[in-house]
């Protein structure tokens, strides 16, 4: 990933942030043709506010996306914008989703955001290599409780 400065009228920038949220409940509804669907969806809402997606991955209950906003659009205008239309445009695409999810709301309040400075490498490698991991881990974690109850 090269560091690339973009320009406006006046101005070189280079903001990237590396945003994350999840749908309502964190509930693990995005596979298969959801997951197909809200990837393009999200792709078309950025480019059409002019937002580069550096890299993506969308896990079965959260969103990982290292993003290039530019300058004169805010994060939390950006994020409202994000989850609001792509919501709106799930529903309409998946319109049995609207029974478990009431109030049109398919993404959870809030969102983590961080700003990307000289380690994109390393978030984008944490990215990329996160999904992996927790199939690991779930394959891992064949937990065997113990009667809380019984006699020692």
Known sequence: MAQKAYSLSHTKWMCKYHIVFTPKYRRK??????????GEILRRLCEYKGVEIIEGHLMPDHVHIPVGIPPKISVSSFMGYLKGRSALMVFDEHANLKYKFGNRRFWAEGCYVSTVGLNEATIAKYIREQEAADIALDRLSVKEYEDPFAKK
Do not use: E, F
């Not at 509804?29 to 809200?38: A, E, G, K, L, V």
């Open 29 to 38: 509804i995005i596979y298969n043709q959801i997951r197909r669907d809200i």
